[in-house]
């Protein structure tokens, strides 16, 4: 197996490392850039744990190479608050309407919401819905985050 040499922007830092070639961007961004946010579920893109946003689209960082990632941009949810710790406001909705549990989903609903929140045409509730019902919560969190998705979609991101 070969290794090969790849550069991202990762949070709005730039990451050059060496990889192996079968390495998933879940274990690169985990191991090799110790970014534990990302979290592994069911390694097969079915619990949406890992979402991440590449480029700005959510992609399950457990279906996708770390080579494949070569010259993208990544987020990850260390890079969705503010560095000054403000919430981005996916995750103030999610916090005042209790929409977590014990937090291992978070991060990928997270993901998945912001990359929805952030796009330039406005979203309704139900594409919302439709696009998180891939992600799996298994404390039954589900209300709570509906009410975010409803709050996020009832307030219109400021420009």
């Given at each position: 197996m070969?290794?090969?040499?790849?550069?991202?922007?990762?949070?709005?830092?730039?990451?050059?490392?060496?990889?192996?070639?079968?390495?998933?961007?879940?274990?690169?961004?985990?191991?090799?850039?110790?970014l534990?946010?990302t979290?592994?579920?069911?390694?097969?893109?079915?619990?949406?744990?890992?979402?991440?946003?590449?480029?700005?689209?959510?992609?399950?960082?457990?279906?996708?190479?770390?080579?494949?990632?070569?010259g993208?941009?990544?987020?990850?949810?260390?890079?969705v608050?503010?560095?000054?710790?403000?919430?981005?406001?996916?995750?103030?909705?999610?916090?005042?309407?209790?929409?977590?549990?014990?937090?291992?989903?978070?991060?990928?609903?997270?993901?998945?919401?912001?990359?929805?929140?952030?796009?330039?045409?406005?979203?309704?509730?139900?594409?919302?819905?439709?696009?998180?019902?891939?992600?799996?919560?298994?404390?039954?969190?589900?209300?709570?985050?509906?009410?975010?998705?409803?709050?996020?979609?009832?307030t219109?991101?400021?420009?």
């Amino acid at each position: 197996m070969s290794d090969h040499t790849i550069q991202t922007k990762i949070n709005g830092n730039v990451v050059k490392k060496t990889v192996a070639a079968r390495k998933t961007l879940a274990d690169f961004l985990r191991v090799d850039c110790s970014l534990t946010g990302t979290h592994i579920g069911c390694e097969h893109g079915v619990c949406g744990a890992c979402t991440v946003m590449v480029d700005g689209l959510a992609v399950r960082s457990c279906l996708m190479l770390a080579v494949q990632a070569d010259g993208a941009e990544i987020r990850t949810v260390e890079g969705v608050a503010k560095e000054d710790g403000t919430l981005h406001r996916v995750q103030q909705a999610l916090q005042e309407e209790h929409g977590l549990q014990c937090g291992f989903c978070t991060p990928g609903f997270v993901m998945t919401l912001v990359s929805l929140v952030e796009r330039k045409e406005p979203i309704d509730e139900e594409e919302m819905k439709a696009a998180l019902s891939g992600h799996i919560c298994r404390c039954t969190g589900y209300q709570g985050i509906l009410r975010a998705v409803k709050k996020l979609t009832a307030t219109p991101a400021k420009a």
